[in-house]
């Protein structure tokens, strides 16, 4: 692991595609092991402008475009960081990271594992990931679900501009792999950069306290669950909300603990549901939490389809509406009696 | 820096560079030097070497010690020319079939056959000995190749990666694209091709239109060499030009080498479903050892007694590994959990502990 940097000079406000910007010139400067490379990251800055003038600062040695092959990409990474680099290399859409899947889970997830330790591969993939832009089919998928489930991999996703810059810095510093999901649909929203980290690199965070349930999600929901939760203030439900931030590994603690009191949950994210990331955190929170819950926890997902085309697309991401509708199906209201059986009658008759 | 050539000097020749024929001649089609004769006998030394590794370690399969063995057999020139022309501080990414090239590098055999044998995925130390772990899944060490060789000459030294892949694993999407990252980074990569003519059962027809495999170079913008896979001393001098070319920041070679796989595919296939032994025969004819022993004895450099020294060398190491294969290994359920991430996560070390607790519950 390389020192993780703690302070950062004064960076004011950013979009979060700026702030990730700065935390790849930072990183670029700071270690000269770093690398930036993928397609159209060069000359263009990357079709999101994340990479903005980091070729003409650093040369093209060090941030440059490769050929069109995310699997060569990916697997190059690999040989580099075998040799001593630290790559970070970018996918350009989400839907785009699919041709280096079997790199990134036969190789760069297990290389360390396989050598017993003797090869260790600090990568860093940044990933575009998840919808809310208008974009058509292949440009709006959340992958999350097959990175988690892959063992060897890092998998994090920031949810503010502030974290986008210092998770980026915490990624390149770590020695694992690491897949960075960059809400696509959040790349433009401002805020001050603050001056160090507001947590580990695998701690999850309040991002508002509440007493009555816990919102829970990350990256592009992270905004979402914050107007949810003022929106449920007005109903006089107090909601807590949680960025999970990293992903994998888990912070079971903060989730935990923050459940255990408000004893009703909602996981929410842009994948589908089915096998998605919310079955593992509503599993977890079922065997940690199980005395404290008052209702099963909710998920509100994407619908179990390939993603929509952009004219549909608003049915399909959880809104506020329908996070405050799951809220609302938490059983608030235990004083409802159920209608009994009148003594004698056969219930099954 | 880069010398252009043009690029016709990119297409293979018409017949397979050979400058040891199969019945133990030199030729003089080809305009390489012969290499030395410590070279040669070298050569001949690891081939006859390997070879009993080989059956000493098909042999073990058969015993049930290993859970599987692809054997090299036949395609020894390949396996220990590459090896030769290696400097120690070039990369080998090797394949699952390529166990020989790596107890020629000099890697214990024991810990070469981990592998194979179950007890971990890999079993050496891929940094002592500049080479990654035998790759299973067709073709993706080809990136790895590239990748590390850019990172190497980025840093200023000449280290070359050479990468060994078969005919089939030619047509995977992974061979491709290290194909055109290479050239298009003249990264220093020496991509050996041993073409046995198989694909488990799938014959290389299937595979391809080309006219070679060593024809897909110029597409690239890389030279293309067709060599004979089972005249070693080629192996080693095309290997090496390959090098010296890399070396010199003119960037990749394919090389495909015309071999012939006489065992099946692993101990677990069947290959008179789809060969007969008329093929086995006929390459049998061309076989690697004995050409360049007539060579070698014809040109006086080698002698009976010589032979004989070689033969024990390879019994010996053959009763050694045979030795240590004997023992259980020792396998600790702790590693398993150990290097997913350089540091273990909670998850992780909670399941560590309640394995270890259910183990201790059971031993008592
Ligand atoms: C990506 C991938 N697909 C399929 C396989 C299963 N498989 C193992 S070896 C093999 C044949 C490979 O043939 P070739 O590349 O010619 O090498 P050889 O085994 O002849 O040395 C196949 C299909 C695999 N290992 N990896």
């Known amino acids: 692991m390389t020192a993780v940097a703690e302070k950062a000079e004064k960076l004011g406000d950013l979009t979060m595609a700026g702030a990730l910007n700065r935390a790849l010139a930072d990183e670029l400067r700071a270690d000269d092991r770093v690398?930036?490379?993928g397609e159209d990251v060069a000359a263009l800055g990357g079709v999101f402008r994340v990479t903005d003038g980091l070729a003409a600062e650093f040369g093209e040695r060090r941030v440059f475009d490769s050929p069109l092959a995310e699997s060569g990409i990916v697997g190059t990474a690999i040989g580099m960081a075998m040799h001593g680099l630290r790559p970070v290399v970018e996918m350009q859409f989400d839907a785009f990271a699919y041709p280096a899947f079997e790199q990134i889970t036969s190789h760069l997830a297990k290389l360390h594992n396989r050598t017993r330790g003797r090869i260790t591969l600090p990568v860093v993939i940044r990933i575009p990931y998840g919808g809310g832009i208008g974009g058509v089919e292949h440009h709006c998928d959340s992958s999350e679900a097959y990175w988690v489930s892959t063992p060897g991999l890092k998998v994090v996703a920031p949810g503010t501009a502030s974290d986008a810059y210092w998770l980026l810095r915490q990624a390149i510093a770590c020695d694992d792999p690491v897949i960075f999901l960059e809400p696509k649909r959040r790349y433009w929203a401002k805020e001050e950069i603050s001056a160090e980290p507001a947590a580990q690199f695998h701690q999850a965070l309040v991002r508002r306290a509440g007493d009555d349930v816990t919102l829970i999600g990350y990256g592009s929901m992270v905004p979402t669950l914050l107007e949810t939760a003022d929106a449920a203030a007005q109903d006089g439900i107090s909601a807590e909300v949680i960025d999970l931030r990293s992903l994998s590994p888990f912070d079971d603690q903060t989730v935990v603990a923050s459940v255990r009191r408000t004893g009703r949950a909602v996981v929410v994210h842009e994948a589908s549901g089915f096998a998605g990331f919310g079955a593992e955190i509503a599993a977890r929170l079922t065997e940690q939490c199980f005395h404290q819950l008052h209702a099963p926890i909710g998920r509100v997902t994407g619908f179990d389809i390939p993603y929509p085309p952009p004219m549909l697309e608003k049915h399909h991401l959880p809104s506020v509406d329908r996070i405050l509708d799951a809220v609302d199906r938490l059983q608030f209201d235990d004083t409802v009696v159920l209608p009994s059986t009148p003594a004698g009658t056969d219930p099954n008759a | 820096m880069t010398v252009v050539t043009p690029s016709a000097g990119f297409l293979p020749t018409t017949a397979p560079r050979c400058l040891i024929d199969a019945d133990g001649h030199a030729t003089s089609a080809d305009p390489a030097r012969l290499p030395d004769r410590e070279v040669l006998l070298e050569l001949f030394r690891l081939m006859s070497v390997g070879r009993r590794f080989d059956t000493q370690a098909t042999a073990l399969t058969k015993q049930g010690r290993l859970a599987v063995y692809p054997s090299a057999r036949g395609q020894e020139a390949c396996q220990v020319g590459v090896v030769t022309a290696m400097a120690q501080r070039d990369w080998l990414f090797p394949t699952y079939r390529d166990s020989m090239a790596l107890v020629s590098r000099g890697i214990n055999p024991v810990e070469v056959l981990t592998l194979l044998r179950g007890d971990w995925h890999c079993g050496y130390d891929p940094y002592l000995h500049r080479t990654g772990p035998q790759c299973t899944p067709l073709a993706t060490n080809t990136l790895h190749a590239v990748g590390l060789a850019h990172a190497a000459r980025l840093a200023g030294e000449d280290t070359v990666a050479v990468v060994l892949l078969g005919d089939g694993a030619t047509s995977e999407g992974d061979t491709h694209e290290a194909l055109n990252i290479a050239a298009v980074w003249q990264a220093p990569v020496v991509f050996l091709v041993q073409n046995n003519g198989y694909a488990i059962s799938v014959p290389l027809a299937k595979q391809t239109r080309a006219e070679t495999l060593a024809h897909k170079g110029i597409g690239y913008g890389m030279p293309g060499v067709l060599i004979d896979g089972n005249d070693a001393a080629m192996v080693h001098v095309a290997v090496t030009e390959a090098i010296e070319r890399g070396r010199r920041g003119e960037g990749p070679t394919l090389i495909e080498a015309l071999t012939?796989?006489?065992?099946?595919?692993?101990?677990?296939?069947?290959?008179s479903r789809y060969r007969d032994d008329a093929e086995v025969t006929s390459w049998l004819a061309r076989d690697p050892l004995s050409r360049l022993q007539t060579y070698l004895q014809d040109q006086g450099l080698l002698d009976e007694a010589g032979i004989a020294a070689i033969a024990d060398e390879g019994e010996t190491r053959a009763a050694r590994l045979r030795a240590a294969m004997n023992a259980d290994p020792v396998t600790d359920?702790?590693?398993l959990f150990a290097n997913i991430y350089t540091e273990p996560t909670a998850?992780?070390?909670?399941?560590?502990?309640?394995?270890?607790?259910?183990?201790?519950?059971?031993?008592?």
């Open chain 1, 35 to 37: 690398l930036v490379y």
């Open chain 2, 260 to 271: 012939y796989r006489i065992e099946a595919h692993t101990n677990a296939d069947d290959a």
């Open chain 2, 333 to 335: 359920p702790a590693e």
């Open chain 2, 347 to 364: 998850a992780l070390r909670s399941q560590a502990a309640e394995l270890a607790e259910e183990l201790a519950a059971e031993a008592s």
